[in-house]
Structure formats: C-alpha cells, structure tokens
C-alpha cells in the first residue's frame, strides 16, 4: 500500500526487484485524507501486487472496502480486519508479503495471522519499535 502522490516513484524502484502483477484499490471511505499540495481529497490507496516471476497465488478481486481504523498505534494505521481479509483474499500460507511503509505494522499482523512471511520497512525508528511490540504482543497472545 502507498498514497497515490507516491506510486510512479515506488513502481520505478520496486520493479528494479520484482515483477509487477496488478494494483489494488484499498477504498477508505470513512477517513478522507485531503492533499493539498495536489487538491485532491483522496478516499482510496494504491495496492501494489508484485511478484518473484509469475503470481501463482489465488484468483482475487482489486477492490476492497476498509473498516474503520482504531488509530491505536499510529496516525496513519489501517484496519487490522480490513487488511487481515485483503491478505487472506490475495495470498497463500507461506507467500511473502513486503511493506515498504509498515507504520504500525498491521500489514504485518494480518501476513502472521495468514501463515505468511512478512518483511516490514519504515524510516521512522518509532514505527519500527510499534511493530516490534505488535509483534512480540502477537507472538505472546498466540502462545
């Protein structure tokens, strides 16, 4: 997932990697995210579907819909449940999931949760110290 202001960008460098399938919407109705520098009021986010060679995974729509967010970890967090059925709808147990922008790490959750692999990346240590304490909580409330 990436805003819409940055997905030219993220393509050029993600596709240096890996091989482009298909993008997403990720429909956020309730929570209205206003870019001013583009006057744009933007209810939606950008799904990027990439893969290792060929996708091989599960037949899958392109348009989901978010629940509202609890915001409990970080401004910007999504839906734990919209994204556990994003997830659950696109991937296969043990496919590997990358989020470039991991925030407060539901993407994560949701990719542990569906017996995925996942590899999370963000620029702000804060962010990567959530998802660590995300993670350990998980992994103990698994148990």
């Not at 993600?14 to 109705?29: A, E, G, P, R, V």
């Not at 996708?55 to 734990?80: L, R």
């Amino acid at each position: 997932m990436c805003g819409p202001s940055y997905l030219p960008e993220i393509h050029t460098l993600l596709s240096k990697h890996l091989t482009y399938y298909w993008l997403d919407c990720y429909l956020t109705l309730h929570q209205p995210t206003p870019l001013k520098q583009r006057r744009i009021n933007t209810t939606w986010k950008p799904i990027l579907i990439y893969a290792h060679g060929d996708y091989t995974g599960k037949i899958f729509g392109d348009v989901y819909q978010s629940p509202q967010p609890a915001k409990t970890h970080h401004p910007w967090e999504q839906s734990a449940e919209g994204m556990f059925a994003l997830v659950r709808q696109i991937c296969l147990p043990g496919s590997h999931i990358l989020d470039p922008f991991a925030g407060a790490g539901t993407t994560g959750i949701a990719a542990l949760k569906n017996d995925c692999l996942f590899t999370g990346l963000d620029i702000d240590e804060n962010c990567i110290n959530i998802c660590k304490a995300r993670f350990a909580e998980w992994q103990q409330d698994k148990k």
